[in-house]
């Protein structure tokens, strides 16, 4: 078992609409979660940071962490063309120095 | 201006030529990353290195060296690279492993 999980899409959306991208993890030590995006032929940038369990908003972004069901998502409000890319989740323990990340979600917002 | 390089961007060899890819960061980040990405299998981490000398593996190392004799350089080396190393390559650096790593734009290597 891969020790987080993400369903690769692609998603495909009308400008608007509201996204929502999940991921799942098997490592009940992750403490940090992260969400990054990737543009095409481009390196992953940070989007979104959360410690632990809860909500965090920033924009029209908002990272919600359940640790009890071990579960995160990327909710993306009022999505434009601009966010088409590819979503990435990404997790790190309390201890260790690995770290790691799901395959990514491709997301096209259609104008 | 903050930044993450490699070089080179684009790379096609045979196998078994050595080669290597550099990595620089400018932000005096203690930690450092190479990853490769592949399609379906995402991001996954070949070695990490937490300072100078410091170094260990990640998910994926078969295949790969690195070394940090200096805190801004984290070269990646393919002794004898194959087929199955072709691959997307991108270098990170972070103040710390649980915190935003900053990529580099990105290597793309392919192996004949």
């Known amino acids: 078992q891969k020790e987080v999980e993400q369903d690769p899409g692609p998603l495909s959306v009308p400008e608007g609409a509201i996204v929502s991208l999940n991921c799942t993890y098997s490592?009940?030590?992750?403490?940090?979660f992260m969400w990054y995006r990737q543009y095409s032929r481009k390196g992953p940038e940070l989007l979104m940071y959360t410690y632990s369990s809860g909500n965090k908003e920033d924009g029209r972004f908002t990272a919600q962490v359940d640790k009890s069901s071990k579960y995160i998502s990327l909710f993306i409000r009022d999505s434009q063309p601009s966010d088409s890319a590819t979503y990435l989740c990404a997790m790190s323990p309390n201890t260790g120095n690995q770290f790691y990340f799901g395959t990514g979600t491709s997301l096209t917002v259609i104008p | 201006e903050a930044q993450v390089t490699q070089n080179p961007r684009y790379l096609i060899t045979v196998t078994g030529k050595k080669l290597t890819v550099t990595c620089s960061q400018n932000?005096?980040?203690?930690?450092m990353s190479w990853y490769r990405q592949d399609p379906g299998l995402g991001l996954r981490q070949i070695y990490y290195?937490?300072?100078?000398?410091?170094?260990d593996k990640g998910d994926v190392p078969e295949g790969y060296k690195v070394s940090r004799k200096e805190k801004r350089n984290f070269p990646l080396i393919l002794e004898s690279p194959s087929p199955n190393q072709t691959s997307l390559y991108f270098c990170?650096?972070?103040?710390?492993?649980?915190?935003?790593?900053?990529f580099g734009p990105g290597t793309r290597l392919t192996v004949t």
């Open positions: 932000m005096n980040h203690e930690y």
């Open positions: 490592n009940s030590a992750f403490q940090y």
């Open positions: 290195s937490m300072n100078v000398e410091v170094t």
């Open positions: 990170a650096s972070s103040t710390g492993p649980r915190y935003e790593q900053y």
